[in-house]
């Protein structure tokens, strides 16, 4: 089964994220699970967690269908001490919220070396950084999401998604979010079948598709290699439409979050219905 949704909004209670879900028909979504600009929230009242998990069993979604989006502000290769601490206290709390909701990944952006760094030296200070998360919590897979590698942020090559993964202690909570817009963005030209087929044998030969456990589905307002982020909705951008029917057609998508973060949002229940016709 092919879980097909778009990021939705906790707005109202987090309980809303699957209720929202569910208007639109989709199979999957994403969520954020605090205020994505802010470094703290107030934590969860014990009603507000009951509340999300009664949701998420009335409208019949398990955690296989949900990517959790980390906030924006994380940044765990700042080679600033202190800035890098605060990093670390977010996203901490982020995965300890994952548990509590019965959640069992969260999605993250590598973060940016700010040009202090060196791509590699970075790589690895993420690595360690995760390595701290894991040991101080479980159940919750950390993946990693492609960048379109602006600003000196780290993923858009896959040779440092493996660089990141290659220091991670425990190989099976670590994972990868393929981003098309992102993707695109890199460099890898993805609009054809064969293009699209060339670059997921890419990513399997640097990275693996063991460690992939989710995808954003995002057309591009912007140019092949631009290495700039942003998002169009499907067949409205310069990606087209055939990259989104290849990955309807392959089977090494199904069972894991397909997540729209487009940005009509009166276009997704659309969008789902398109994608899911392409399966």
Sequence with gaps: MYYIGPHVSIGGGVANAPKNAKALGATGFGMFVKNQRQWTAAPYAPADIEAFKNQMASDGYTAAQVMPHAGYLINLANPDEEAHAKSMGSLM???????????????????????????????????QSMNTALAQTQGVTLVIENTAGSGGNLGAPFEELRTIIDGVDDKSRVGVCLDTMHTFAAGFDIRTRDGFLATMEHFD?????????GMHINDSKVALNSHVDRHESLGRGLL????????????????????LETPDETLWEREIQQLMEMC
Excluded: W
């Excluded at 019965?102 to 791509?119: A, E, Q, V």
């Excluded at 030969?205 to 456990?213: I, Q, S």
């Excluded at 989104?244 to 392959?250: E, K, L, V």
């Design 93 to 127: 709390d982020e995965i300890r919220r994952c548990m509590s909701l019965g959640l069992d990944k969260l999605n993250f952006h590598p973060g940016s070396h700010l040009r202090k760094l060196t791509p590699q030296a970075a790589c690895v200070r993420v690595a």
């Design 205 to 213: 030969r640097t990275v693996g598709f063991t460690y992939l456990r």
């Design 240 to 259: 087209g439409i055939d990259v989104f029917r290849c990955i309807m057609a392959d089977a090494r998508f199904e069972n894991m979050p397909l997540v």
